[in-house]
């Protein structure tokens, strides 16, 4: 059985994997963080195919009940699980179906073995040191189950190696490697849900400036649903709201504004631009703040002046990089921030694995 290093990060909401594939190229895949049960049978019915790429159907063996993930529980469902608020769905079930639904979707073999490296955020870190054990007892194991309604069945093996800090990954995968070990490197890591700053000396986090707010993407999409309603009397469905946010975030308009009517008559691009717009200048505010109050960003104490580098990855990059690029000049955006963890995640899995294999090979 061949194993891979694995980067699993189970944000609220997005999860995101990576793992290195025989020919040395990283893959990395996103999905919405949402579960939902299905019944597979009924979706046949109405001709929803749950044997396609872009849709997750998810069903261990023994299990009566499959689950659909990601964009196709949130069609399918009204109500759909996501954890929002309970730091234990890090090691749920739930973790563990997002982890083998995007491993099968990046590895081809239906039975391989996953060496995971995964984070949490740095107030939970911190504060809930027997949670990191108890990830491992939740995930390990050898699971067997099936995502095309039982016309395969995959067989994989999980072992986590260690759980890390969010934002440790990103410097791994992204940090300067040739700063002082005395240096300290920062990251702002916004999601859909939160914030989260974490600052590292040489590889040692230094828990005074390693904070977390609930603030996000999701946040802003709810103001900007607030502020539609209020000026149209008319309420958005979360999907349209998304939709908005994609297509403003999409600065080389490869994302287009949805067609959203009020009494008959279109609401015009501009119009939608304008209100998200004006969600995202506001909650952007809210998270410069609280970076500056964190760090203390003040004109006399700049705290953040001394950090290299300070990354922002997340999602909310592309929302909200510009606002706080005017208040820390130097921070700076990797190539693929939604991914930044999770590959550095990968990466240290990749050189933990080697050691394991070094040290039984010295063994035999």
């Keep these: 059985m061949k194993w891979y290093p694995y980067g699993h990060d189970f944000g609220n909401a997005e999860m995101g994997g990576v793992t290195v594939l025989s020919n040395g190229k990283n893959v990395a895949r996103s999905i919405p963080t949402a579960f939902a049960k299905a019944d597979t049978n009924a979706m046949r019915s109405l ?38 608020g309970d730091i234990q769905r ?17 590895i081809p073999e239906t039975e ?41 069945w ?26 002082s070990r005395t240096t300290e490197s920062a990251v702002i890591d916004i999601g859909g849900r939160t914030t989260d700053l974490y ?16 603030i996000g993407v999701e946040t802003a999409t709810q103001m900007l649903m607030d502020i539609f309603e209020n000026k149209y009397d008319r309420s958005l469905s979360l999907l349209e709201a998304r939709e908005i946010m994609f297509a403003f975030a999409s600065n080389n308009g490869s994302a287009s504004y949805p067609d959203i009517s009020v009494y008959g008559k279109t609401v015009s691009p501009y119009e939608l631009e304008r209100v998200a717009r004006e969600a995202i200048t506001q909650i952007g505010g809210e998270i410069v703040s609280f970076v500056a109050s964190a760090w203390r960003q003040s004109d006399r104490d700049a705290v953040a002046a001394s950090f290299k580098p300070v990354l922002n990855i997340g999602g909310g990059v592309y929302y909200f990089h510009n606002f706080l690029k005017q208040r820390i000049p130097h921070i700076s955006r990797p190539d693929d921030p939604i991914h930044a963890n999770p590959l550095g995640y990968c990466n240290l899995a990749g050189r933990l694995l080697m050691r394991k294999y070094q040290a039984s090979s010295a063994k035999a």
């Design 90 to 106: 890090y090691a749920s079930k739930y973790s563990l179906r997002g982890l083998l639904t995007l491993a099968s979707t990046l």
């Design 199 to 214: 600052v590292a000396r040489g590889q040692v986090p230094v828990s005074e400036y390693c904070k977390g707010k609930p």
């Design 47 to 84: 001709g929803v195919k749950t044997d396609q790429s872009n849709t997750h159907v998810i069903q261990f063996q023994g299990d009566a009940m499959a689950y659909a993930v990601g964009e196709l529980a949130l069609q399918q469902a009204v109500d759909v699980y996501h954890g929002r």
């Design 154 to 179: 995959r067989r994989v093996t999980v072992e986590i190696a260690t759980v890390v800090m969010e934002g440790s990954g990103a410097l791994i995968a992204y940090g300067d490697k040739s700063v």
């Design 112 to 152: 391989f073995g996953l060496y995971v490296v995964t984070g949490l955020p740095a107030e939970t870190y911190i504060k809930n040191m027997n949670l990191r054990n108890t990830i491992k007892e939740s995930l390990d194991g050898t699971h067997v189950f099936t995502m095309d309604g039982g016309k395969t």
